[in-house]
């Protein structure tokens, strides 16, 4: 086939960015007009990097990223799925028999990063402009035109006009629908004059300039794609002169580019990309399937349907298809669009459900789909050294959300957990740990990992603190150990840093904690520090790393807590500041079990018996004191009762015996259990509550209710039944108390012995191996 006439004028392509229809309406244009160069709006930055665009491992959706030398968190995105025009056009130069010259015309990004922002941003530039920059609120094109044709919906209208319709025109003129756009464009651009965006016209002037240059090396014979929005501004008669003088001046920096990975998720405006689409899973099916769209869009549904075992039946998939093009031709539309196929979907394969409709939307609609990069594309040392740890690890980075199992007795898992802990010191949160289905072991860990495209920019900005991940960690961990303000702070690092394995770090973050230790006289900071203390040392046993110089460092801030804590506790504390203390006495005692040392354990047993018999500690504290003196077999029943009894005395205060109550048999740590099986404590605090004065009554009844009503349902019914009967209704051995109705006051041997035969026929029944059964 020979070859067509050259294009008579620039070729001027106004396109929506990401939409399939444009994107087959500018191959059509393309291969018609056969320009001699292609000019895309974009930053001029990535024409260095266009030839990574023909690499096999490039697959969309990928994105230009720039950032500010030195401050990568100052960045743009350009992102660029396989249905966008803009990559359609750079593959089309690319795949030409004698490639075009493709090249992008948009302001440098140089320009648009030079001033930082000043608001809030996610990084990503709407259509490459910079994040945070003042300007107009540009109207929506598309939803003007469709109020103007009669629709209420702009991506309903896009579908009908451009998505059912386009490739169909574009097989007769396929110029003609880009000529009839940009006219449309240049009236509303028109009728909203007064709403330019100052950042447009800069961008305009200075992509008129770069068509001037492009005049003047291949003629009139070349391809400019862009946003149709800015067509009629490249139309415009201005001079070389005026478009200078408005790029005169303009601040600048030196900036990096390169080819990221980006997602679907992220190319919908749901995500906050500003010219996204509400669904680029749909809008990739469309451009991909070349017939029958909708036939296999919904056979894509009951795949997906099935695979969460819902029953889906070919019969449902063609019953499907004939509904969406009945709602499709009552509504007077070309062929059936989303809103169409999510209806039929419902109706016929969801029975009325909205659930299984939302996980549709959620997979296919939006869909989770991860581009990829060549490794030729720069990076920073610090994401190459990143890129060779997954792979060893045979980490799979990952558009959606999966849980990771990892058991730390094995070197590869141990290996990735040091990785992710390392990576969320840096503040690369691929992923988090999550409580683990397969137990609660030290030896297992559970994260659930989720690769967002943002985290290019996170691991770029990481950069500055190494070459690698373990140095870069390192790195950041000593400056945070150096920077901290707080002993808490300092703990909690000193608790990372064993995690992720970073024993270089440990120094720098002891003397920190040392330090800070020394001058805090706080016991509720030093009570708060010390937990964190003691789970490191757990850790480091677990993970193999030496944290012996953590021990003594514990065991000091241990003593000074002995010391300080009971002063601390003194009558003077309001409620909120005695439940606060509580809770570090919970945490401090959690923590001095997980010590290895028996004579702080002595000590610390010995504070707790000074707060359980002080009058002056308030009643809260008291009952908690004894109450984990008695589960730790320090305490012996007599000696609970006698404290029970002190607190709950008529001379106490209503308020602080029913703090004493919700301390002892309050929390959830099995307050409730202990009150059923010892009637003693039980009878204590029922003779108290039916002694309470009426008045006083009322104010302790919110605590009352707190402490009790944590209780598991079948405790509190006991509780309520043994009340109801009153003291000596337990059953028990003889003279203890009547039995519950139902039950002999004492056990029948004869009756007990009539079983015993059945009992060793099941037990001889369940297997030699298991059971042996007595004579």
Do not use: N
Not at 236 to 260: H, N, Q, S, Y
Request: charged fraction near 25%.
């Amino acid at each position: 086939m020979s070859p067509a006439a050259p294009a008579r004028g620039p070729l001027l392509l106004g396109v929506r960015h990401h939409g399939p229809g444009s994107a087959r309406a500018v191959r059509a244009a393309l291969d018609a007009a056969r320009p001699a160069a292609v000019l895309i709006e974009g930053p001029p930055e990535g024409d260095a990097l266009l030839p990574l665009a023909a690499d096999p491992a490039m697959r969309p959706p990928v994105a230009l990223l720039s950032h500010a030398a030195g401050d990568p968190g100052r960045a743009a995105f350009w992102p660029l799925a396989e249905f966008s025009p803009e990559w359609v056009a750079v593959r089309w130069a690319q795949q030409q028999p004698d490639p075009v010259p493709v090249r992008f015309i948009d302001l440098p990004a140089a320009h648009t990063l030079a001033v930082r922002p000043e608001s809030a941003s996610d990084g990503e530039g709407e259509e490459g402009a910079a994040p945070g920059e003042p300007g107009a609120v540009r109207p929506d094109p598309l939803a003007a035109l469709a109020r103007t044709a009669g629709y209420d919906d702009p991506e309903r209208w896009w579908e009908d006009v451009v998505e059912h319709r386009g490739a169909g025109a574009g097989r007769q003129d396929p110029a003609a629908a880009f000529e009839v756009l940009g006219e449309a464009m240049a009236a509303l651009r028109e009728t909203y004059a007064d709403r330019e965006d100052p950042r447009d016209l800069v961008r305009e002037a200075h992509m008129r300039q770069r068509m001037r240059a492009a005049r003047r090396e291949f003629g009139d014979s070349y391809a400019v794609v862009c946003g149709a929005w800015h067509v009629p501004a490249l139309r415009a008669g201005t001079t070389a002169a005026a478009d200078r003088k408005l790029l005169t001046g303009l601040p600048r920096t030196r900036v990096e580019t390169t080819w990221v990975p980006w997602t679907h998720r992220r190319l919908a405006r749901s995500g906050g990309y500003g010219a996204g689409i509400a669904s680029p899973g749909w809008y990739a099916h469309l451009f991909a399937a070349r017939d029958r769209p909708v036939e296999r869009w919904l056979t894509k549904v009951a795949g997906l349907l099935r695979e969460e075992d819902r029953q889906v039946s070919t019969a449902h998939v063609i019953e499907a298809v004939r509904l969406a093009e009945t709602l499709a031709a009552v509504r007077g539309r070309p062929l059936p669009g989303l809103a169409e196929t999510l209806e039929a979907v419902r109706a016929v394969m969801c029975d009325g459900s909205d659930v299984p409709l939302a996980l549709i939307e959620d997979r296919l609609v939006v869909g989770d789909v991860l581009g990829s990069v060549p490794d030729g594309a720069p990076a920073v040392p610090l994401q190459r050294d990143l890129t060779r740890r997954q792979r060893s690890l045979r980490l799979k980075v990952e558009a959606h959300e999966r849980e990771l199992e990892l058991d730390l007795r094995k070197d590869t898992d141990a290996a990735r957990s040091l990785l992710l802990h390392r990576l969320r010191l840096l503040g690369v949160d691929w992923g988090g740990p999550t409580a683990s289905r397969a137990g609660t072991g030290t030896f297992r860990e559970t994260w659930r990992l989720r690769w967002e495209p943002e985290l290019s920019v996170r691991v770029a900005e990481a950069g500055i603190w190494g070459t690698t991940v373990l140095a870069a960690a390192t790195a950041k961990a000593e400056a945070d150990a150096a920077a901290a303000a707080e002993l808490g702070e300092v703990t909690a690092l000193a608790e990372r840093c064993l995690l992720a394995g970073l024993s270089g770090a440990l120094p720098a973050v002891l003397r920190a904690l040392a330090d800070l230790a020394a001058l805090d006289t706080d016991v509720a900071r030093l009570a708060k520090a010390l937990p964190a203390l003691a789970r490191s040392l757990r850790y480091g046993d677990v993970r193999g790393t030496d944290a012996s110089a953590l021990g003594a460092v514990a065991g000091g801030l241990a003593e000074r807590i002995c010391v300080a804590l009971p002063p601390a506790c003194s009558a003077g504390l309001d409620a909120d500041a005695a439940a606060e203390l509580r809770g570090h006495v919970d945490a401090v005692h959690g923590a001095v079990g997980l010590l290895a040392d028996d004579g702080l354990r002595e000590r610390w047993s010995a504070v707790l018996r000074t707060l359980a018999g002080r009058e002056s500690v308030p009643g809260l504290i008291r009952g908690r004191a004894a109450r984990l003196l008695l589960d730790e077999g320090r305490l012996p029943a007599e000696e609970t009762a006698r404290l029970m009894g002190l607190a709950l005395s008529p001379a106490a205060a209503p308020a602080d015996a029913a703090g004493w109550i919700d301390g002892f048999a309050g929390g959830g740590a099995g307050g409730g259990t202990l009150l059923v099986h010892d009637e003693r404590l039980l009878g204590l605090i029922d003779a108290w509550l039916v002694s309470v004065p009426a008045g006083a009554f009322t104010d302790v009844l919110p605590l009352l209710r707190r402490t009790f009503g944590a209780y598991e349902p079948g405790v509190r019914r006991t509780l309520g039944e043994l009340a109801r009967r009153g003291p000596g209704a337990r059953p028990g051995p003889a003279g203890a108390g009547a039995a519950p109705e139902g039950f002999a006051p004492e056990l029948d041997p004869a009756r007990a012995d009539a079983v015993v035969d059945l009992v060793h026929l099941l037990l001889a029944g369940a297997g030699a191996s298991t059971w042996t059964a007595g004579p």
